[in-house]
């Protein structure tokens, strides 16, 4: 995933907005991945399992053009959509606009526009948070939440198949277990989740994996899968802001 790992590979920088090259460049494409992606509600079955948001506040940072915010306002009593790039904030304005409990606003994940202590849950899906360098995106979700909250991240899981190798073999340098360790000493919970990616079309599939990978890596994929669907691992890191004071 060319996103995927520039970011994981990058020092995130307090005035940094990293680009994404898939869905940046591709929104329609990735409109479709997402559509595809978690089918059976995996992920979210393991979210609402770690921080049950009904009738909470609902942060999204690296919301991208708004994908998650309507389901989560299917239950949330507010939800707030954060994405740095201007397309992508028009394009999720739009989609929330006949949602009353949702909206959007600019800004990136290491100065969020919200005030303190204002959410019940962060929620970031393979956006920003991607390992070591994202400590300043932590200090603000920490910041925004309040007392009990959970921050919740959900990245790719490198080391399961076939979409980790697929993800290692662009970028041999990405290393997975570094970033597993990076938020246990952060004192982040993990939680792995196989979800089902599933299009309609075999077109839609190749288009997918060309937007999220090299040439030669979504050559491999495409050859690698013979179907409609297949399985990709992902990592559920949740950690909960303390309610008390803490002793150091």
Known sequence: MKGFVRAALAAVRPATVLPSPNIWHWPDVYEVENRAQ?????????LREACDWTGGDVVDVGCGDGFHLVRFAKHAKSVIGVE?????????????ADVPNASVVAGPAQRLPLPDASADLVHARTAYFFGPGCEPGLSEADRVLRPGGTLAIVDLDGTAEPYGPWLCADEPRYRPAEVEEFFAAQGFELRRVRALWRFETRADLEAVLRIEFSAKIAARAIAQVPGLSFEVGYRVHTRRKPTGLVLR
């Open 84 to 96: 740095p790039h201007p397309p992508l904030v028009q394009r999720a304005a739009k989609r929330v």
């Open 38 to 46: 978690d089918v059976d509600g995996a992920i979210w079955q393991a």
